[in-house]
C-alpha cells in the first residue's frame, strides 16, 4: 500500500492505495465523486477525463499513486454551488448531450482546449476533442456548445481556470 495525498475539487484527502489502483477509481469508489464515468477502461473513449495539475487526463489511464501532491479538478468541482461553469451552461442550452454519458468529459477536455486556445475555429474544437467519443449526437451541437461556452468565458480567467 502507498499513503498519497490528492487534492480534489479544492479538498484534501490522504489515502491508502494500492500501487495499481486507478485515478477513476480512487475518485468515484473511495472519493464519491460518480460524476467521473468509467466508460471503457481502455482509455479510447475520454468520458473520464478530468483535469490534472490544470491538464486533461484520461482518469483510467492514471495510476492513484501517479497524482500524489497533485490537484485534480473534476466535473463536480467545476461548479460554484447552484452556479454553473459557462461550459456546463452552454452544453445545456445548446442541447450538446443525449444519453449524457460522453458529457463529463468532453466539457473537461473543452476546458483544456480553450486554456490554450479561448476563440478556437469548428475544426480547432473538433481537433482538441477527438480523443472523447460520443455514440449519440453526431458532435455537432458539442461543438456548438464549446463554441458558446468560449464566448462566455471570453475575458473571465477563471472560467479558463475551471473555477
Not at 20 to 29: F, I, K
Not at 129 to 134: K, Y
Amino acid at each position: 500500500m502507498a499513503r498519497i495525498t490528492v487534492t480534489v475539487d479544492g479538498v484534501t484527502y490522504e489515502e491508502e492505495v494500492e500501487p495499481r489502483l486507478l485515478l477513476v477509481h480512487l475518485l468515484r469508489d473511495r472519493l464519491g465523486k460518480t460524476g467521473t464515468p468509467i466508460g471503457c477502461d481502455t482509455s479510447n473513449c475520454g468520458a473520464c477525463t478530468v483535469m490534472l495539475d490544470g491538464t486533461s487526463v484520461k482518469s483510467c489511464s492514471v495510476l492513484a499513486v501517479q497524482a500524489d501532491g497533485c490537484d485534480v479538478l473534476t466535473i463536480e468541482g467545476l461548479a460554484e454551488g447552484d452556479r454553473w461553469h459557462p461550459l456546463q451552461r452552454a452544453f445545456h442550452e445548446e442541447h450538446a448531450l443525449q444519453c449524457g454519458y460522453c458529457t463529463p468529459g468532453m466539457i473537461m477536455a473543452a476546458l483544456d482546449l480553450l486554456r490554450d486556445d479561448p476563440d478556437p475555429s469548428d475544426e480547432a474544437i473538433r481537433h482538441g476533442l477527438e480523443g472523447n467519443l460520443c455514440r449519440c449526437t453526431g458532435y455537432s451541437n458539442i461543438v456548438r456548445a464549446v463554441r458558446r461556452g468560449a464566448q462566455t468565458m471570453s475575458g473571465d480567467a477563471e472560467a479558463v481556470r475551471g473555477r
